[in-house]
């Protein structure tokens, strides 16, 4: 049993317990007692609008999850509901973590972003809670646009993904998983070679944007440093971190290739507004 188990109670479920678990945990499932049925717990499963039966399991696994804090009752009488507690949803999460991240992914919330480097698509698991250009992309000024746009945010992940996976930063909730079959070697000597590669594209990178804008991208792609934070550091008046972050991000993003053409003539035009403000702050 697991330290965690030991302390939640959670270690000796039973295996029709750790089904009915795992079924409220899924999107769009749900469980009912059924007036019918008072034995059983019956499992259901939304698809496209249509609710589906997915099968029954007896009402004791029910009370086991309930008793561990891992399930509440909605409702009374007989149909009343199962619905999963934030308890449940953290030893789900935990289960089903690789061993490193058991811990993590209890208290972050993760996601897994697919990302194109060099013409290879790599999986990677991030801290979305943890990254300000996510922060930024969330958020949207006063005409409804985000803070961040598409093209900016792209070349920031780009940056940081680069930076991660050539190992230049200290370790952070980030993991790089295998890419698809028949792409090369996933040996010693692969993993060196794409570490030698991204860091090249990350120092090219920072160089097209110059040293002014490759410490501000640095502080934020790479050590996630808030906007706030960095205006206090460096004795900028408030709330300009956002407004020259734009700008080297714009640059970043021309220094990646990255096309503003998917982003529709609003923010394309608005990508050659900056080259403008660019050009004059290095002055």
């Known amino acids: 049993m697991r330290m965690n188990d030991r302390a939640n109670g959670t270690g000796q479920l039973s295996a029709a317990a750790v089904r009915l678990l795992t079924h409220l945990a899924a999107r769009g499932a749900s469980a009912r007692q059924l007036a019918e049925m008072p034995d059983d717990i019956n499992l259901f499963v939304e ?12 009402i004791a696994a029910a009370g086991m999850l309930v008793a561990h804090d891992l ?10 509901t199962l619905a999963i507690t934030s308890a449940g949803v953290a030893h789900v999460r935990r289960r089903d973590a690789e061993p490193e991240e058991r811990f993590l992914s209890q208290h972050i919330n993760t996601a897994e972003k697919s990302l194109e480097v060099e013409g290879v698509r790599r999986k990677v698991r991030v801290d979305e809670g943890e990254s300000p250009l996510a922060w930024l992309r969330a958020r949207r000024d006063r005409n409804g646009r985000p803070f961040v746009d598409a093209v900016c945010f792209e070349a920031g992940e780009r940056l940081r993904a680069d ?7 200290p370790k952070v909730t980030m993991r790089w998983t295998a890419g698809p079959a028949g792409q090369g070697g996933q040996g010693p000597a692969a993993a060196t070679d794409a570490m030698i590669a991204a860091r090249q594209r990350a ?3 920072l160089q097209a944007v110059g040293s002014d804008f490759a410490g501000l991208l640095m502080d934020v792609c790479g050590f996630l440093k808030g906007l ?28 990646y290739g990255l096309s503003a053409e998917a982003e529709g003539k609003a923010e394309a035009s608005g990508i050659r507004w900056w080259h403008a403000p660019i050009d004059r702050m290095e002055a």
């Open 47 to 58: 698809r496209r609008g249509v609710t589906l039966g997915a099968g029954r399991l007896p």
């Open 71 to 80: 399930a509440i009752w909605e409702g009374t009488g007989p149909r009343r």
């Open 163 to 169: 930076l991660t996976f050539a190992q230049l930063l």
């Open 203 to 205: 120092r090219r990178a």
């Open 228 to 255: 706030e934070t960095i205006e206090r550091e460096r004795g900028w008046p408030p709330r300009s971190g956002k407004v020259i972050l734009q700008l080297a991000l714009r640059r970043l993003a021309e220094a």
